[in-house]
């Protein structure tokens, strides 16, 4: 059974930071290109990064400069730093591992709250 398990999300103040995990447990992790996205109110889902096998990076528009993705294999985990955040950042945040159209799994989501 595949599972992603998002966790560190909460609430955080405009200009903060948090670095959010996903760990995956059920897939060859190391294979997988792993990936942060988020769904902000209101709005469709939108890619934040991916990280390849190889920790090959893409980021979505706007994203590169204040985020930052990374994954640790020996953990079946990737991370999600996040910096200066704003209350437009405010979203559900869900982890994807992707291997092709039929291993495409998505977690829970974990709210992200940037509010004072």
């Known amino acids: 059974q595949v599972q992603l398990v998002e966790s560190g999300g909460g609430l955080v103040q405009p200009g903060g930071s948090l670095r959010l995990s996903c760990e995956a447990s059920?897939?060859?992790?190391?294979?997988?290109?792993m990936g942060w996205y988020r769904q902000r109110p209101g709005n469709q889902r939108e890619l934040i990064a991916t990280?390849?096998?190889?920790?090959?990076?893409t980021y979505g528009d706007l994203m590169k400069g204040r985020f930052a993705i990374s994954r640790d294999n020996a953990k079946n985990t990737i991370y999600l730093q996040m910096n200066n955040l704003t209350p437009e950042d405010t979203a559900v945040y869900y982890c994807?591992?992707?291997?092709?159209?039929?291993?495409?799994?998505w977690g829970q989501g974990t709210q992200v709250t940037v509010s004072s």
């Open positions: 994807n591992a992707w291997l092709g159209t039929a291993s495409d799994y």
């Open positions: 059920g897939i060859t992790f190391r294979f997988y290109i």
């Open positions: 990280i390849s096998d190889s920790k090959i990076t």
